[in-house]
């Protein structure tokens, strides 16, 4: 039954994960029209520009370019990359209170509420009509990702306290991001062409809602009294100082840097440097999602039979992600594009796999076994990157070039994997303090542990 429940549970934090990264991209190929108008232009769009990304437990990743209208000046330019980038600075303000949060009340509420804002925003954009609506929308769908994302990660590692347990489910979630990504544009433009702009945005909502439900029947907060003897979390302050999961903040936010400064830029690099075609921008980051997936399956089988090796599976995906980022300026047609752009999602896929469960496993052996503030700090390290990426990027490619904006994107991750040696010894401590080791040398002693107990016998 304990396991029967986790897996449900499991299926519902994928859901929602997947739900975040649709709701971001869906309005890729919806925002022209919007934009266009709102400034009376009408409903057609010009040639393409890109968009930013984000991350979350993971993080969020966008895999193709928005597309909007021909720009009437660069106060709308600015306009679209603060849009872009509102739901990550939020997301970056609310996440240390969320975590704390979610370390005080558990993490089935924090997810609930996370959903019902995603609700909220999700509606909002299927009857937004201005610009100011949008930013709402975008923003609220920030706060409700900081509670979401953060809570479901957390819930995972809780829930799947074992390895190589914990590393497929977290693996299983990063790949529900990814696909996320990938289906949401084709997505929103068909059902945008031949049903309206609302019907997207109606439809996430309704799978919202139920996946909210189903949560409500799986764990009903404060339903089973399990919370209330949940030992005190470290507080998130304490943890940001903590070395180890300083390390891997750090690589977390490094990896994605690529990702999240290459989306709002490359697409007018293709077309300025190889006069790449409408449909060849469109697809530029569509063969990407299948090497991250790859990532992800042979970082969870590596982990499996080699644990001890997790940092060294990190160091490796930077030393990809740094070489792949060198190799973009030097491509000259879209067929040698797309591969140091897959070799840049393989990169990510390894790092973030290795290191998210590695993060848990800290907690549990440096601190206490409560994971909302450790997976907020993750999540801030992706927000770091893509809150940044479409206002910062195109600055940069502006007053310094698109190869060096790149060849500065693969020598900080090359510079970075050898810190991860830091890592290296993490598999060997042993727990002292831990709620896992206390149970299992003294027995349960209240509510909360006797459930405990029965989740490790199941």
Excluded at 380 to 401: D, E, F, K, N, R
Aim: aromatic share 8%; charged share 10%.
């Amino acid at each position: 039954e304990a396991r029967r429940q986790r897996r449900l549970l499991l299926m519902v934090v994928c859901v929602a994960l997947l739900l975040d990264n649709m709701l971001y991209m869906v309005i890729v190929p919806i925002i022209p029209d919007y934009i266009a108008a709102m400034r009376g232009g009408g409903g057609t769009a010009g040639p393409s520009a890109p968009a930013g990304g984000n991350g979350s437990g993971g993080g969020n990743r966008s895999l193709l370019p928005a597309r909007y209208p021909p720009a009437s000046g660069s106060n709308e330019d600015v306009q679209i990359g603060v849009l872009f980038a509102s739901k990550a600075m939020l997301q970056l303000l609310v996440n240390p209170l969320s975590g704390t949060l979610i370390d005080r009340v558990g993490y089935e509420a924090p997810l609930l509420a996370g959903l019902a804002v995603l609700f909220l925003s999700t509606a909002t954009f299927a009857f937004a009509e201005n610009y100011a609506t949008l930013f709402a929308a975008r923003s609220l769908q920030g706060l409700g990702s900081a509670f979401a994302d953060t809570a479901g990660i957390a819930l995972i590692a809780d829930r799947y306290a074992e390895e190589p347990a914990r590393s497929r489910a977290l693996g299983t979630a990063l790949a529900c991001i990814s696909f996320g990504s990938l289906a949401a544009p084709p997505f929103g433009g068909v059902l945008y062409e031949f049903a309206g702009k609302r019907v997207p945005f109606l439809v996430l909502a309704c799978v919202c809602l139920l996946d909210g439900l189903l949560l409500l029947v799986l764990a009903p907060p404060g339903g089973t009294g399990a919370r209330a003897n949940m030992p005190v979390g470290t507080p998130i302050h304490r943890l940001m100082i903590d070395p180890y999961i300083a390390v891997v903040a750090g690589a977390l936010a490094t990896c994605n840097i690529p990702l999240a400064f290459l989306e709002p830029t490359i697409a007018n690099w293709m077309k300025d440097s190889m006069g790449a075609s409408e449909w060849e921008v469109g697809l530029t980051w569509l063969p990407a999602f299948f090497p991250h997936v790859l990532g992800v399956y042979v970082t969870v089988q590596l982990a499996a039979a080699y644990p001890h090796l997790q940092w060294f599976y990190g160091a490796l995906g930077m030393a990809i992600i740094g070489a792949s980022s060198c190799l973009v300026p030097a491509c000259r047609n879209f067929g040698q594009v797309i591969i140091p752009l897959c070799g840049i999602c393989f990169g990510i896929a390894l790092v973030d796999t290795a290191l998210l469960p590695t993060l848990a496993f800290l907690v549990d052996v440096r601190h206490v076994s409560v994971y909302g503030s450790v997976y907020a700090i993750a999540d801030i390290s992706y927000c770091v990157a893509y809150a940044l990426g479409p206002i910062v990027a195109g600055q940069i490619v502006h007053t310094m070039g698109f190869a060096q904006l790149n060849l500065g994107m693969g020598l900080a991750n090359v510079l970075y994997a050898p810190v991860l040696l830091f890592l290296k010894n993490v598999c060997q401590m042993k727990p002292s303090h831990s709620e896992r080791n206390i149970l299992l040398e003294e027995g349960p002693k209240g509510l909360y542990d006797t459930i405990k107990m029965e989740e490790r016998k199941g």
